[in-house]
T-cell receptor, first 112, second 105 residues
Framework: KAGVTQTPRYLIKTRGQQVTLSCSPI?????VSWYQQTPGQGLQFLFEYFSETQRNKGNFPGRFSGRQFSNSRSEMNVSTLELGDSALYLC???????????FGPGTRLLVL | KNEVEQSPQNLTAQEGEFITINCSYS?????LHWLQQHPGGGIVSLFMLSSGKKKHGRLIATINIQEKHSSLHITASHPRDSAVYIC???????FGAGTRLTVKP
């Protein structure tokens, strides 16, 4: 069974631009969660989607948004990029609540 | 104070040693996760537990709900165990800062 895939793997943007990251979960998994990892803040939860509905949201500004499609694939969007948005963005999928999460390799975003 | 505290921050061990990493939390939880992150960023979920103890190979995870504390033990440590170990709680995944483990041959 294929693992969680994320595209692109690396991305360079400039301040003020927007970016869309994609996550394809393991087949059959309906829950997708997104995380941001930076050297200063560590790992932080962004949001979780289940069957196209956002179930949980972390403490991030409205510039960060996401969605999930009927095939469980998910995208997250960051608008008006800031230098501090430079990070590793990870997604993870699971069958549902209280199930093991499987992480993708991440998208490394650099904002210049 | 962070909701999830890990100790130690850094740990160096000799191959074969028994290792313990601790995680304390201050919120009510439905589940606690132990994750392993290797250099390069890949994260693997090691355990998810809400009570008692789980074992997988040389790894053992325990949780004490009353004391709001969990431990991750590695028996007969090996250099390939070198990684960052991260504790996280609940579905909205509140993370500890991680413990960087280095196992020397």
């Amino acid at each position: 069974k294929a693992g969680v895939t994320q595209t692109p793997r690396y991305l360079i943007k400039t301040r003020g631009q927007q970016v869309t990251l994609s996550c394809s979960p393991i087949s059959g998994h309906r829950s997708v969660s997104w995380y941001q990892q930076t050297p200063g803040q560590g790992l932080q939860f962004l949001f979780e989607y289940f069957s196209e509905t956002q179930r949980n949201k972390g403490n991030f500004p409205g510039r960060f948004s996401g969605r999930q499609f009927s095939n469980s694939r998910s995208e997250m969007n960051v608008s008006t990029l800031e230098l501090g948005d430079s990070a590793l963005y990870l997604c993870a999928s699971s069958l549902g609540d209280k199930e093991t999460q499987y992480f993708g390799p991440g998208t490394r975003l650099l904002v210049l | 104070k962070n909701e999830v505290e890990q100790s130690p921050q850094n740990l160096t061990a000799q191959e074969g040693e028994f290792i313990t990493i601790n995680c304390s939390y201050s919120v009510g939880i439905s589940a606690l996760h132990w994750l392993q992150q290797h250099p390069g960023g890949g994260i693997v979920s090691l355990f998810m537990l809400s009570s008692g103890k789980k074992k997988h190979g040389r790894l053992i995870a325990t949780i004490n709900i009353q004391e709001k504390h969990s431990s991750l033990h590695i028996t007969a440590s090996h250099p390939r165990d070198s990684a960052v170990y991260i504790c996280a709680v609940n579905n909205d995944m509140r993370f500890g800062a991680g413990t960087r483990l280095t196992v020397k041959p």
